[in-house]
C-alpha cells in the first residue's frame, strides 16, 4: 500500500528530525561549526580563482554553482539519508538489521532514514547560497536545477548503499566504507574541468561523482540533449543496481548476537 | 486462522567462517541441521537446549531475519523469506538483548512510529497502547527519554513495542533478561492471559524455568541444532524423573529431606527403616523444573 509507505515515511524523518534536536546545544554547535568551516574553505578556492581567474575555462561563479549543488546535495542526504553510510555499515556488522528486518516498511529506506546530522543545516544554507549567488543560475532553469539536485542526492545514496552492502561480504569493513564514502564525496568537491577525457569517462561510470561535479555545470554552460538524457539514465542505472546489490546482501545477512564487548576497530 | 502456526521441513543453517586464509576452504558451523516440526495455533512451546544449540538461529529463521542454507518453513502460512512484510503483521519477536527504540527521544514516540509502521489507526493505537501499558504498569514511563531509563524499565517499552500490533505469534528469545522479580512475574501473566484470551501462539525460548513452566504445554530440546526430544510439560515432569523430594517436619520444629526413586526403591521399606518420632508434617514434591532439564542436558553431554 503506497500511501501507508508514505504515511510512515514522513512520520520517520519527522522523528529523525526531533532526535537529532533532542540536544539543542550540541545540535547548534554543529550548524555552527559546519558553516564556518565551509566559509574557510569557500576562502581557499577564492583565494585561488582571484590568482587564475579560471581552471580549465571554469570561472569563480561555475565553481560556485558547481560547490553549491555538490553541498546542497551531500546536506540532503546527511540531514534525511544519513543511515547509509556508516550506521547501516555497523548495523551490517553488529546484527542490527534484525529490527528493521521485522518492521513491514521498505528496509533500505528505513535505515537510511533513521539517522541525521544536524551538521547538515550548516551544509544546506552555504549550499543554497552559493547556488543562488553564482550566474549559471537564474529563475528560467530552476526546473533543471531541481532535476540535477535530485540526481545528486541519488549519486550520494548510490555510493551510501554500495559501500555499506560491501559489509554483508567482507567482516570488519565497516569504518572502512565510510572513509571510502567520503573520499567520494571529497573528490565530488573538485571543478570537473581539472580532469583529463580518460578521467571522465571513469567519472561518468564506475566512480559516478561526475554526474555531480562535471556534467550538471557543462549542461548550464552550453545545454546538450545527450549530455542530459545521460544524466538522467546514467544516475537511474547506477542507482537501481546499488539497491539491487543491497538486497543480494541482505540474504548472506548473519545477524548476532550482540552485547556491548569489548574491542574496537 | 491457520490451523498450523509453524510448519518446518528439514530446516538447516549452516555459517561459514573464513579461518584459515582467504584462499582455503571456509570452517562450517552447523548450528541448526534438519530440523522439522509442527506447533499448532494457539499452542505455547518452550525451546530449551544449551547454550549454542540453535535455539535463536531457529527463531531466527522463523522471523525471517536469516536465510536458512536449506529446508522449508511456513509460518502463519506464509514462507518467511518471500513475503516478509505480510509476515511482519503476523509475528511478534521479543529479543532480551536488542532496542527498537529511539535513545534520546520519549518512549511515546517510537511506539508511534511503529503504531504507523503497523497501519494503526489512531484509535486503535491508543486503545492498545493503554490496555499494554497498564498491563506492564509503564504509564508513567511514557513520557522519558530512552536514555534515562534503567534496563529493565527500558525491556518493558521494549515488550510493548514488540506487542502494540497485536500479533498472532509471539517469538519470545529470552525474553527476561534483565528483569526485575516483578517485572518478570507481570510479563509472565500478561503472556499468559493474552494466550489464553486471544489464542495467541507462542515460542520462547529461555534460561529462566519458570518463565517456561508458567507459560507453556509443550517443551522441545534441541542441541546441536536437531531436535532431541518433543513432549508435553506434564509429561516432562512425571517421565523423566521419577525422583521425589520428601520432608518431614518433626513436632519439635526440626525437620528432614529425603529423596528417593520409587522406581528403584521400595516406599513402605522406606517408611518403616526410617525412624520418624512426632511427625507433624509431611511433603512429597516432584523434582523442580531446573533439576529435570539439568539432567536432560547431562544425559545429552554424555
Ligand atoms: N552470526 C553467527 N555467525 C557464526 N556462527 C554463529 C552465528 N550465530 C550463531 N552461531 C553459531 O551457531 C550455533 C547456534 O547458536 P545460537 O542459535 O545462538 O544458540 P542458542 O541455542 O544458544 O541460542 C552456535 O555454535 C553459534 O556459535
Ligand atoms: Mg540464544
Redesign the interface.
Known sequence: MADNQIKFFLELIRMNMKHSYALKTAFWLRVLFMLISNGIMLVGWGVMFHQFQSINGWTFSDFMFMTGLNITAFSIWSLFFRGTGIYMAHLIENGGLDHFLLTPKNILFHISCSASNPAGWGDFITGFCLILASNLFCFSNVFLVLIFLICSVLCFLTIGFFFSALNFWLTGFSDLSERLFYIFFNLSGYPGSIYSDWAKILLLTVFPIGFISILPVEILKTFSLPSFLYLITGISFLFIGSILFFYNGLKRYKSGNQVNTRGYQ | MEKYAVITKNLSKS?YRKEHGFFRPATETKAVQDLSLTIRSGECVAFIGPNGAGK?TTV?ML?????PTGGSALVAGINPWEN???L??Q?G?I?G????L????PVR??L???A????LSEAEEKKRLQELSESLQVTELLDR?VRDLSLGQRMRCEIIASLLHSPQILFLDEPTIGLDVEAKLLLRSFLKQESEAKGITILLTSHDTGDIEKICHRVLLINHGSLILDTTMNRLKTQFMSEKYIRITHKDGSYQRFHFDPRTEDITHFLKSSTFNQVSDLTIENPPLEEIIRKLYQKEVS
Request: glycine share 0%; hydrophobic share 40%.
Open positions: 555459517f535463536s531466527k522471523t525471517s531475519i536469516l536465510y516478509r512484510s505480510a511482519c503483521h509475528i519477536v529479543f538483548q536488542r532496542s527498537q529511539w535513545y534520546h527521544l514516540d517510537s508511534h512510529l511503529l504507523v509502521a503497523y497501519n527519554p
